[in-house]
Structure formats: C-alpha cells, structure tokens
C-alpha cells in the first residue's frame, strides 16, 4: 500500500505540480470536444504505469492511453488483475487554475477494486483503502458515521444537468428535500474523500468512468458507505459504456432514503 502512494506523489511532483498555474498554451489538448488534456496528465500517466508493472506486472488501464486506444479497457473484462489509473483528475480544474484535483490509482480484480489510492497534491492529503480492511486518510483509519435522521440536515452534490426534469422524473422537486445540494467539485478524487471525512452525505453520478470511480467508490465502502447503481446493483470497475447511475451514500439507511427521494418514490 505505501509503495504505490509513494509512486503517485512521486509522479506527481515531477510532472505535474510544476506545471500547476505554468501550463503553455501548447501543453493544453481537447482529445474530445468539451475534453481536455494535458502534457502533465500524460507524462503523470507514463511514469505511473512503467512504476506499477515494475511492482506488479499486470495490465494499466489509464485514462490517457484508453483515450488513444479504446481496445485496452477491455482488459477489465478479460484480465484477472488490472492496475487503474487517473493521472490528474479534475483535468478542467488543474488548467483553470483550481487546486480541486487528484492523482488516483486502484488495484481491480475481476471487476471488483481490492485497493485503491487517491493522493491531492495541493492539499497535501492522502487516501487509500483495502478491501475488508479498512480506509484511510494520511494513515488514520476512516470511519464514517451516519448521516442525521432528517434528510434536511443532509449535505449531497448533484451535477446540475442531472437535475433537469428529463433525466429522473420527480428528482428536481425531490431535491428540496435535502438541507444542502451542491453541484460539485468536478473531480471524483475530491468528492469522494470529501463523503468519506463526513462533509457531504451523498453523491449522484450518471457517466461512471472507471479510472473515476473506483477508488473513490472503494473508500467510501471501507468506511462504511455504499456506492451502488440506482437498481442497487454493487459498483464495479467495469470499461466505459452508457450511463448507468451510481449513487453514493455514507451508509445503507441514507443511500435508500436518498434513492427513493431522488426518483420520487416517497415524500421527502
């Protein structure tokens, strides 16, 4: 667990805090339309792949790469074991200048991550968990507790698109509901820390790229929170596809209550 934080630090001193607020013009990319990257986010990914298969010879399925070439996603389906990696996440972040981003790696075995590390540079701030053993942040064991009874006093992150009225019917007037809806930090590796060190109480997510997804999503289990698909199905590091919905809670009682308010099943 501590070689692989230290490769992510490591990585990130070297190829990306330099370049924080210093990127050129030239260093900033759109790979898709609306999608940028950077020359840190690939050169991040680069040292970070070579470091994990030197610890463990297994494939890397980074953001990066599968972006160059789709075919290598599959082998979450097809390789007992795969490295996942996020070189910068919260890329729009790091080019505007904000300091919401993170470098995050996760250990997946047959769609399930087993160990995952989520490191912010900015803040200094390192998180990590292990499956069925626990979670943790800067080495300090993490154990959520549950959110109060009243979903009124509940804090969650919705992304605004999701709350146009065609997307979830009866989720725009549910989210009144709740005491505090924010739209986001626009980067998973600040967002779910953010649940796990009890400043938000759940996440709604609808596009669930795995290099996104499954640390967070594994931190938040080991803490005692759940991260399960909007038919309760378990997350799984499954290759990018449609959008299927995950919804993020700090424990079960909470990610219920917010599913059935959420898709207008109860009265807040």
């Known amino acids: 667990m501590e070689k692989v934080a230290e490769i992510l630090t490591e990585a990130a001193a070297q190829a990306v805090e330099p370049r924080f607020r210093a990127l050129t ?28 298969q030197e610890l463990l010879p297994v494939p890397v399925v980074g953001e990066e ?20 990696v996020d070189p910068v996440d919260g890329t729009a972040n790091f080019v505007a200048g904000r300091p919401d981003f993170a470098v995050m790696a996760s250990l997946v075995r047959d769609g399930q991550a087993v160990a995952a590390w989520i490191w912010q540079p900015m803040t200094r701030i390192a998180y990590a ?23 009124a006093r509940w804090r969650g992150s919705v992304k605004p698109y ?8 009866g989720l725009a007037p549910g989210t009144s509901a ?10 998973a590796g600040v967002e779910y820390p953010l649940l796990a060190d009890g400043e938000l109480d759940f ?13 967070g999503s594994l931190l938040v289990r080991e803490a005692g929170g759940v991260s399960a698909r909007l038919d309760g199905a378990p997350y799984r590091a499954d290759p990018p596809g ?16 917010t599913r059935a308010i959420l898709l207008g099943r109860v009265s807040p």
């Open 25 to 52: 013009a030239g260093e900033v990319m759109e790979k898709a339309p609306g999608d940028v990257v950077t020359i840190a986010d690939r050169e991040a990914e680069a040292i970070i792949t070579r470091r994990l």
């Open 65 to 84: 790469a599968v972006a160059a070439d789709p075919a290598l996603a599959r082998a979450l389906l097809n390789e007992p074991a795969c490295w996942l």
């Open 129 to 151: 968990a292990e499956l069925g053993s626990g979670a943790w942040r800067d080495g300090h064991r993490l154990t959520r507790a549950p959110a109060p009874a009243d979903p």
């Open 162 to 169: 999701l709350r146009h009225p065609g997307r979830f019917p």
């Open 178 to 187: 709740f005491g505090e809806l924010t739209p986001g930090r626009r980067a």
């Open 203 to 215: 996440l709604l997510y609808w596009r669930t790229l795995p290099w996104d997804h499954a640390p």
């Open 242 to 257: 449609g959008e299927d919905g995950l919804l993020v809670a700090c424990d079960p009682q909470t990610w219920e209550r």
